[in-house]
């Protein structure tokens, strides 16, 4: 639009999801603080235009440059329910031409807790993500610093996890060839907290960022804009339909399954060898314990087979060394959860396993009765006489 002489504000007055009116959230006095933050000059025109608002924004445009502003909400409901709208704007942002830059404002009048631990953390990616927090620290005691790192927003989010299910939506961890790997679900709240961490990490991701969608509640992709955006900031996309998990089971023995590793996340939480506690995660694999060839010449129906495949009580985070040592049978897993090895090798080689393997018997919480089901199935054809105590 033309470049007017003063700050002009467009905005969307429709709410989403509920009747009412932006104007009476975006007030005039609202309207010149944001005005006055951004461009120095607190006397503005305004226009508002009947559409429904996507993103809680105020457009403002002022000498050629397009200020895209997202309003906090007044009355902070839920952790979840606070940032469903903000990714929104950062994509409409991320796809427009033209000078332009992202903003979040905190309206004046907000209530309720909103500077606790996973506020912090998603100020935190917004930053990251290059937006301008225009007053968000007048209402916080502590500054706001950008992840420098993608192992800076794993260990955040991980120190944020609860033992409620749906908090815990996004996992965050390394792949084999050192890309920085989410795993998201694509349902409700979770699809708004998996965009904006996926656009945060695009920032600072050197080796490269890999979506990998889970599908939930019929939701099979992100919304579109959310997935140009994340395409147009250089993320590559995957989508975990049964239609890939189907061809993978099929074609692979090895089994590169998001939906088994995103399982496998759910129930450890992050990457981490169970014999030796290894946390390299360019290193830690899914290994299964009743393994796919197996589930194969089960005779069982096929999605039998794959749910079998696909279930997290049928794994665990191995190095590749104790997933090639447990899949050669060098080592064997006793259903008490204790590790053993084959009594027929060397004494330097013996020496190698125990120097390396420092959890040599699982903990109870592990042992879960579907999971030793699947152990009692993988040593069907092993004899545990055959091995050793560790």
Not at 290 to 319: M, R, T, Y
Not at 334 to 348: F, P, V, W
Not at 362 to 371: D, I, W
Request: include cysteine; charge should be positive.
């Amino acid at each position: 639009m033309a470049s007017p002489l003063r700050p002009h504000f467009v905005i969307e007055e429709r709410y989403q999801k509920k009747p009412g009116s932006y104007r009476t959230l975006l007030t005039d006095e609202v309207l010149a603080d944001i005005s006055s933050r951004l461009t120095g000059d607190p006397y503005f025109t305004v226009t508002f235009e009947p559409q429904i608002n996507v993103g809680r924004l105020a457009m403002l445009y002022y000498r050629g440059k397009s200020f895209f502003v997202s309003v906090s909400e007044v009355e902070v409901q839920s952790r979840n329910s606070s940032f469903q709208s903000f990714p929104s704007a950062l994509s409409r942002y991320i796809l427009a031409n033209g000078e332009k830059e992202i903003c979040y404002y905190v309206h004046p009048a907000i209530r309720g807790n909103f500077a606790t631990g996973y506020f912090m953390f998603m100020y935190r990616l917004m930053k990251t993500a290059g937006v301008n927090l225009m007053n968000v620290t007048e209402h916080v005691a502590q500054p706001i610093l950008p992840f420098a790192a993608p192992e800076d927003v794993i260990a955040t989010k991980d120190a944020l996890r609860t033992k409620k299910a749906s908090n815990n939506s996004t996992y965050v961890t390394r792949g084999s060839d050192g890309a920085t790997e989410v795993y998201g679900k694509t349902y409700g709240a979770s699809k708004y907290e998996t965009t904006l961490i996926c656009l945060a990490l695009a920032q600072i991701a050197n080796a490269g960022l890999r979506l990998y969608q889970i599908e939930e509640g019929g939701l099979k992709v992100l919304p579109k804009q959310s997935r140009l955006a994340i395409h147009a900031w250089g993320g590559t996309i995957e989508a975990s339909t049964t239609a890939f998990e189907t061809v993978e089971f099929r074609e692979r023995n090895s089994l590169r399954s998001i939906r088994f590793a995103y399982n496998l996340l759910e129930k450890f939480q992050k990457k981490r060898c169970a014999f030796c506690a290894c946390a390299i995660p360019q290193i830690v694999q899914g290994a299964h314990v009743w393994p796919v060839a197996a589930i194969k010449q089960s005779g069982l129906p096929f999605k039998e087979q794959l749910d079998h495949a696909l279930n997290g009580h049928n794994g665990l985070w191995l190095c590749e060394n104790h997933h090639k040592l447990l899949d050669s049978a060098t080592l064997y897993l006793h259903t008490s959860g204790r590790l053993l090895y084959r009594h027929s090798l060397g004494a330097n080689d013996t020496q190698f396993i125990r120097q390396t393997t420092t959890t040599v018997a699982l903990p109870p919480a592990v042992l879960h009765p579907r999971f030793l089901d699947y152990l009692a199935r993988r040593n069907s054809t092993l004899s545990a006489q055959n091995y050793a105590a560790i």
